[in-house]
């Protein structure tokens, strides 16, 4: 008969083993940084855009179509380059996940960047990338993730709230661009 | 009434493989180089326990090139998984049981 000082053992070690894969399996760092980067790669292009007379909305549209799509696969190529690299993951469920939060994304960046009016606008691009950081976040277990994507929607919005038209998404991208750069580098390092 | 530990699965009792099938459960798949490291075990020892779970239909293998390399790939199938949880269930039943006498 097993005494309960032994199962409590062996529990705590099956907990420890399954701590130490959780650790080793994440990589929501690199996907952060990729969106962190492209936020802050949209407000040069933008004002760019603004300067040439070309229209500040129409090109973060198009630069958000093109450099979700860029962003979405450089990180499958990251995970496919992980799983093999590490010798640890489920390809199946790894894909699922990121399948349905790339679509999320991209369906948000491109619904409410290029077809949206007014506000949605504004912050369109950024909340349709904390949705798909919160589904990301649900699928992989990372509250840290699902922090960041509450906490930079409301930002989004509030700054639209606050200062309003072209300078709320100027001011909610550089601030979603360094949040999610300093989390991305946080989990990255923490790995 | 029968104590809890009778539900202890002697296959999945036992801490190499315990942890191959909560290394599994956690990452849906793993490779041999993996679950050697992180378990600490040798070539051989992992092979046999492998052996045993796969013979008692808790795990499937994979065996393929990789890089021109062979490489073998782990998964837990259904009812790895399911042994897993009741081996779980059954350890905390035994914890509970004695937390609930010191109780009373």
């Known amino acids: ?7 409590l053992h062996v529990l705590s070690e099956v907990e420890s083993v399954r701590a130490r894969t959780r650790r080793a399996l994440d990589s929501s760092g690199f ?10 790669g949209s407000v040069p292009v933008g004002m760019t855009a603004l300067s040439l007379g070309a229209g500040f909305y129409p090109q973060i549209g198009f630069y958000w179509a093109v450099g979700a799509t860029i962003g979405v696969v450089l990180i499958a190529v990251h995970y ?18 990121f399948t349905a939060t790339a679509f999320a994304i991209l369906l948000g960046a491109l619904t409410l960047g290029l077809v949206g009016d007014g506000a949605t606008r504004g912050f369109g691009p950024q909340l349709a990338i904390s949705g798909g950081y919160l589904l990301f976040a649900l699928l992989e277990r990372r509250l840290v993730v699902a922090t960041v994507a509450i906490v930079l929607a409301v930002i ?16 909610s991208a550089l601030v979603y661009a360094a949040a999610l750069i300093w989390a991305g580098l946080v989990l990255y390092r923490e790995r | 009434m029968t104590h809890p ?5 002697d296959v999945v009792h036992q801490r190499a493989r315990l942890g191959i099938l909560a290394i ?9 180089a993996y679950l050697r490291d992180s ?9 046999r326990h492998l052996e ?26 259904p009812k790895g998984r399911a042994a897993l949880r009741s081996e779980i269930a059954a350890l905390k039943s035994i914890i509970s049981r004695v937390e609930s006498r010191r109780a009373s």
Do not use: C, Q
């Open chain 1, 1 to 7: 008969m097993m005494r309960s000082d032994e199962a």
């Open chain 1, 31 to 40: 996907p952060l940084l990729v969106f962190g980067v492209l936020t802050l």
């Open chain 1, 80 to 97: 496919a380059w992980r799983e093999r690299s590490s010798g640890i993951g489920d390809r199946a469920t790894r894909a699922a996940a």
């Open chain 1, 156 to 171: 989004a919005v509030a700054s639209w709230l606050v200062v309003g038209g072209l300078k709320a998404y100027v001011l």
């Open chain 2, 5 to 9: 530990s009778s539900a202890l699965d």
């Open chain 2, 24 to 32: 599994l459960d956690e990452a849906g798949r793993a490779d041999f």
């Open chain 2, 39 to 47: 378990l600490e075990l040798t070539d051989g020892n992992l092979a």
């Open chain 2, 52 to 77: 045993t779970l796969e013979h008692a239909e808790l795990i499937r293998i994979t065996k393929r090139f990789e890089d021109r390399r062979p490489r073998t790939w782990v998964s837990a199938t």
